[in-house]
């Protein structure tokens, strides 16, 4: 168990929708990371907050957003969805910016498959 | 452009065999890290190591070692005498901060079978 802890599990929903993904880093962790891990795109870095805010920017649709709360727990949103949109989102945190000393803790993730 | 490739889709392996899981990657940057993660089929991804560009020493954990040659740009995770608990997808990773941020490339991943 990582101690990242991911919400939810599961989500069905269908084209047009919008879902709420949720993400609780570990404790004392500061910088909350988003991957998409699809079966073609394989895994690919989203988006990153550090401390509430946004750092860094991957291959984030315009129909995604995120964001990061003062309690440092972070939501990815993700709306207009589509078929393509459908795979396994990944959060993990890490305890600082810099990978030479941080390195990234990931949760079980939530499995999302639109119809 | 930033790329890391992992060319071996699949590969399967008699327990107790050697294996040896490659990874090439392509950066502009003089400062990157390279990381190798697991992936079991519970599906959460597992921290293995970290190397950083400017540390060419190789690595032994175990089982597990791990050839950074930047002359060749690769950074090759080789398993000792394999077990069926070491069957898992394994991705090789790339940070840089081009821009002063640092950014993740992950490779396509190479599952590995392990066979009893």
């Known amino acids: 168990d990582s101690g990242v802890t991911q919400t939810p599990k599961h989500l069905i929903t269908a084209t047009g929708q919008r879902v709420t993904l949720r993400c609780s880093p570990r404790?004392?962790?500061?910088?909350v990371y988003w991957y998409q891990q699809s079966l073609d795109q394989g895994l690919q870095f989203l988006i990153q907050?550090?401390?509430?805010?946004?750092?860094a920017k991957g291959n984030i649709l315009e129909r995604f957003s995120a964001q990061q709360f003062p309690d440092l727990h972070s939501e990815l949103n993700l709306s207009s969805l589509e078929l393509g949109d459908s795979a396994l989102y990944f959060c993990a945190s890490s305890v600082g910016l810099d990978p030479s000393s941080h390195e990234q803790y990931f949760g079980p993730g939530t499995r999302l498959t639109v119809t | 452009a930033q790329k890391v490739t992992q060319a071996q889709t699949e590969i399967s392996v008699v327990e107790k065999e050697d294996v040896t899981l490659d990874c090439v990657y392509e950066?502009?940057?003089?400062?990157?890290?390279l990381f190798w993660y697991k992936q079991p089929p519970s599906g959460e991804l597992v921290f293995l190591i970290r190397?950083?560009?400017?540390?060419?020493q190789n690595e032994i954990s175990g089982r597990y070692s791990w050839n950074f040659q930047k002359s060749t740009s690769s950074f090759n995770f080789t398993i000792t005498a394999s077990q069926v608990v070491d069957s898992a997808v394994y991705f090789c990773?790339?940070?840089?901060?081009?821009?002063?941020?640092?950014?993740?490339?992950f490779g396509t991943g190479t599952r590995l079978k392990v066979l009893a």
């Open positions: 190397r950083n560009s400017f540390d060419e």
């Open positions: 907050y550090y401390n509430g805010e946004e750092r």
């Open positions: 950066t502009r940057d003089t400062t990157y890290y």
């Open positions: 990773a790339l940070s840089e901060a081009p821009s002063g941020t640092y950014k993740y490339i």
């Open positions: 404790s004392g962790d500061l910088s």
